[in-house]
């Protein structure tokens, strides 16, 4: 019959912790009697036992120690207690212990001649004695087959049953012979014990008792006195040495043999009992002290002897198996759970993308429909008024020459750089390290999303109002109080001014010729060639007639240093705007006609692409950020940049929007060309433009235009029997208030614009996820970006930065999450330029340079530009009570440049820059439109180069007029 019992093996394996027994070390001390060698010295004893568990310092009386006099053990052995009685009493049971399965060691601790060898040959004497008595109690036998066989004994003879008439049936003598080898004792002993407990009698021939070696340990440790006190050396002093080598912490059994045997006892699973030996004698006193306090240590050690249980291979194998299979079960529910929970996330997630896509999709095919009408409504009144309006009749077919000296005037404030410093510091570009920095690839980004703005409206604006209808009759009267000798300004200057506004509205679409509009004919390249050959003829082509308010500004450019040869430089520049201008005027109908149309077309097609990516969305969402690699923009141009356009498509499809009226098509302040980033760049994202639409964040960011609309509201009520002010707030044809007109766009607008913002959002949630991600709580940032922004507003003021720059930074970002980068990367370069003024040194962009005294210079001319512009925008009847409100006089140049510097530079107050914003919004005259003036902020209002395309962008905005 062999051992199947695997089961009760494994309960015993599970019973084991139960019986681990946590307890201390038993430590008994021995002293031994004097020996001759003490006696005939007179080397009196010390120490002397004076209970079972107490040992006395004798000799204490009147001496100062600073030892204790008594300790106290488990036991205590004097003298004239024999090695029997030590044995019984404190090794006994733990020597034992390795009867029932614990692992057991018998130590003996001392000095030298202390006593210890002959303490440990009794109790080991004592102890196998007692394990063999202990054996000769059990049997192990095997019946198999019907034969008996004693599995302790190393003879395999069957053993015979007799028949005692006391005991009952029992089996032939069990040998003893086998009892006899030591080590095959313990084993056996342990093999018994485990079948005493699980019941068995039998033993399977094949169990293997190797698994399970019960160790009882007899030690007898070297003298622990210090090998300086022995006397010791050589091989003595080596193995000394090596038998009390101890260390803190880690125990370093394998540093020794004898730690190593003792591993299993040393480490906690063994009963310890521990005599200590020592010796009375006076002399001996410092090894007794030390035994005594190695004792008192002893005792404070705890042990945890487990019960070992022999198992068999079988057993074995089963536990592991289970355990094995356990594990596995445990591992497969764990990632079931798991890829269950994430599989439907993200199933519901991508569900959800699903939807929204769905919906923007039919959002996009709605506005591709509406665009898709509008081109046939613009091409279908074309033909109308081709067909209606009979040749020669057009208002603008006016002699060239004539057109050109009405608009001049508003080209005067711009110069090219100096060309020796161009050349001289064309080096310094190549090499300034922080210029690069500055516009690196951070940067890159800001350029894209401004220019992606203008750039989107700009392409698919649609038929502006202003465009088609008659120009308004307004007169202007422009009278300075003290005017400068030679003004002279007449009614036809003035129309043609008004006539400039409309200009200035579309040098993006229709300020250009046919071939040089964005067409997609032309890839960003040709365009540029283009417009360089366009900005050359030109130069070269132009006449050009300083106006009487050119006239005025000289004393203006000398107040300001402005030498001639850069007055010259900026009088040609000024003949690209204003031989575009001219053209304009001859060609305008038709050409408008065609740039809408083309911008249209344009639209259309993008929305359809924004559609066709939209539909593929799902491959690439997640998958872009503003920091991705130049690689991974170039891979993923196709997606970012149909994303670009679909907010685009949305944005020209607000009936808002249309009339929108943004200018400068080419200006940009992220430091890129448009055409340069339209062709390397990923589309950045689109902002959605100011229509005061609360922010994603739900703060209640008061935008331009809510605050434009507040004050017509106010002015409206106010005035409402102000027959002069119903042209600036009554609609054309007198019908509907201009609030009502607009109230109903800006309902229309705010519909779509959430629209527009939320997709907007979506999308960037999408696509900048890893950039995003650091994004700070919104109440967080928002009051961070106000701060920021306050220190924006004094680089600003500290580097001169252009006002038109400062402006269209100002107006797009208001604190929405993703305005962060833009912020810091302003920030940085700012502070970069900022650095460069403050040592003195140049900087040099795009060729071109810029000191500090050369920004204030270009300030300035701006600063005269605009309030130039301003000036011209005021209806004469406006002006008075717009500048009396703000309490400023407006016959005085000088208080005009004041007005321009208070709204502009001087002052870091947010409100006062707002409210400043406001009144010049309502200064250039768009108020009547219900929409954000931005045309105050860019375009031709500030400088004509502006649009012109070699400088539009930020860094050479600062050129604009330098
Ligand atoms: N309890 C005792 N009663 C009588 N004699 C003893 C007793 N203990 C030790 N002795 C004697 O003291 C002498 C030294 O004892 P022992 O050899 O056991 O010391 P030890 O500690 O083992 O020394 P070492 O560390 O050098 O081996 C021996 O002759 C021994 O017989």
């Known amino acids: 019959m062999g051992v199947e019992g695997g089961d009760q093996e494994l309960q015993q394996l599970n019973a084991q912790e139960s019986d681990a027994r946590h307890e201390k070390i038993l430590v008994s001390v021995r002293l031994r009697p004097l020996n001759d060698k003490e006696i005939q010295s007179n080397d009196f004893s010390d120490w002397e036992s004076i209970n079972h568990t107490t040992i006395l310092f004798k000799n204490c009386l009147g001496e100062r120690s600073m030892y204790p006099n008594a300790y106290t053990f488990d036991r205590v052995f004097g003298y004239d207690e024999s090695t029997r009685k030590v044995y019984e009493e404190s090794a006994k049971e733990i020597a034992l212990s390795v009867l029932n399965g614990i692992n057991s060691s018998v130590f003996a601790y001392g000095q030298t001649s202390s006593g210890k060898t002959f303490t440990m040959s009794g109790i080991t004497q004592y102890a196998v004695a007692d394990i063999y008595d202990y054996i000769e109690q059990f049997s192990a036998i095997e019946i198999y087959n019907e034969l008996v066989r004693d ?34 004792l313990l084993e056996l002993i342990a093999v018994c014990e485990a079948q005493r407990q699980t019941g068995e009698t039998t033993l399977n021939e094949t169990s293997s008792r190797s698994h399970q070696i019960l160790r009882l340990n007899f030690v007898d440790l070297a003298g622990s006195e210090r090998t300086s006190q022995t006397l010791a050396s050589g091989a003595r002093l080596k193995e000394g040495s090596h038998i009390n080598r101890r260390r803190n912490g880690h125990i370093p059994y394998r540093d020794s043999k004898l730690t190593r045997i003792l591993q299993n006892s040393l480490g906690g699973n ?4 521990i005599i200590c030996t020592m010796s009375p004698a006076h002399s001996h006193l410092e090894q007794s002290r030390n035994t005594l306090l ?18 068999s291979d079988k057993a074995l194998v089963k536990q592991l198996r289970k355990e094995l299979a356990k594990l596995e079960s445990e591992l497969k529910n764990m990632s079931m759970v798991s890829s269950t929970g994430d599989v439907s996330a993200v199933l519901r997630e991508k569900e959800l993308q699903i939807e929204k896509m769905d919906n923007e999709i039919k959002e996009l095919s709605r506005q591709r429909d509406l665009a898709q009408s509008k081109v046939e409504e613009l091409l279908e009144s074309t033909r109308k008024e081709q067909a209606s309006q009979p040749k020669g009749t057009d208002v603008y077919s006016q002699p060239r020459s004539e057109s050109r000296e009405k608009i001049v005037w508003l080209d005067e404030s711009s110069e090219t750089s100096d060309t020796s410093d161009y050349q ?38 649609l038929p502006n109002e202003s465009l088609l209808q008659p120009l308004e009759d307004t007169t202007l009267d422009f009278t300075p109080a003290d005017p400068s000798p030679g003004i002279r300004i007449d009614e036809d200057i003035e129309d043609n001014c008004k006539e400039v506004r409309c200009i200035e509205v579309e040098e993006g679409s229709i300020n250009r010729k046919p071939e040089l509009s964005d067409s997609v004919m032309f890839s960003p ?43 010259n430089d900026k009088e040609s520049h000024y003949s690209d705007t204003e031989s575009i201008v001219f053209e304009l005027k001859e060609e305008k109908p038709k050409q408008q006609t065609d740039a809408e ?10 929305l359809q692409r924004t559609i066709d990516m939209l539909v593929n969305h799902n491959h690439t969402l997640g998958n872009l950020s503003p920091y991705s690699t130049d690689s991974e923009k170039s891979s993923s141009r196709g997606s970012s940049f149909s994303r670009s356009r679909s907010c685009k498509a949305i944005l020209t499809s607000s009936p808002t929007f249309e009339n929108v009226v943004i200018h400068s098509r080419d200006f940009s302040f992220g430091g890129f060309d448009k055409e340069q980033v339209s062709s390397d760049r990923p589309k950045g994202l689109p902002r959605v433009s100011d229509h005061g639409q609360p922010s994603r964040l739900g703060h209640p960011i008061p935008s331009i235009r809510n605050a434009i609309m507040n004050e017509m509201e106010r002015d409206q009520y106010k005035n409402s029997d102000a027959s002069d002010n119903s042209s600036l707030y009554s609609s054309d044809d007198g019908r509907t208030s201009i609030k009502e007109r607009t109230e109903a766009k800006e309902s229309e607008c705010n519909e779509s614009e959430r629209d527009v913002s939320s997709y907007m959002m979506r999308v960037r949630d999408c696509m900048s996820e890893g950039a995003m991600s650091t994004v700070q709580s919104p109440l967080n940032w928002f009051e961070e970006f106000e701060s920021q922004r306050l220190k924006i507003i004094e680089l600003w003021h500290a580097c001169h930065i252009p006002l038109v720059h400062r ?51 270009a300030l300035n001319q701006e600063r005269e530009m605009l309030m130039r512009q301003m000036y011209k925008k005021i209806p004469a009847q406006e002006r008075e009570s717009l500048f009396e409100k703000w309490g400023i006089a407006i016959n005085s140049k000088q208080r005009r440049q004041q007005l321009a510097r208070c709204l502009w530079t001087d002052t870091k107050d947010m409100q006062h820059i707002r409210e400043s914003a406001n009144l010049v919004a309502k200064l250039v005259g768009f108020v009547d439109e219900g929409q954000v003036p931005k045309e105050m902020f860019v375009g031709p209002s500030v400088g004509p180069k502006s649009m012109n395309r070699r400088s539009y962008s930020w860094k050479s905005g600062m050129s604009i007029v330098s």
Do not use: W
Request: glycine fraction near 4%; hydrophobic fraction near 35%.
């Open 151 to 184: 599995l302790l004994s190393v003879d395999t003879t069957p053993l015979r049953l007799l028949d005692d008439p006391e005991r009952g049936t029992v089996v032939e003598k069990l040998t003893e012979e086998t009892l006899r080898d030591k080590s095959h």
């Open 270 to 273: 063994a009963r310890t009992a």
């Open 294 to 311: 190695f004792a008192s240590c002893a005792k404070e050690v705890s042990t945890n002897a487990q019960v070992n249980v022999v198992m």
């Open 424 to 461: 001289r510091l064309d080096a310094d570009l190549a090499t300034s390290e922080s210029f690069h920095y500055i516009d690196g690839h951070v940067g890159f980004n800001l350029a894209t999303q401004s220019s992606d703005l203008l750039a989107n409206i700009d392409e698919n604006l």
């Open 525 to 567: 390249e040709e365009k540029e060639i283009q417009n360089e050959k366009e900005f050359q003829r030109d130069l070269h082509d132009k006449e050009y007639i300083i106006s009487a308010d050119e006239r005025e500004s000289e004393k203006f450019d000398k107040k300001y240093s402005i030498s001639a040869e850069e007055k």
């Open 597 to 606: 149309h083309d911008a249209l077309v344009q639209k259309i097609k993008e």
């Open 807 to 857: 402006t269209y930074f100002f107006l797009l970002f208001k604190g929405d999450p993703s305005d962060k980068i833009y912020i810091e990367v302003e920030l940085r370069r700012l502070s970069f330029i900022k650095n460069r003024f403050d040592q003195g040194q140049k900087i040099v962009m795009d060729g071109q340079v810029f000191t500090p005294s050369s920004s204030i210079r």
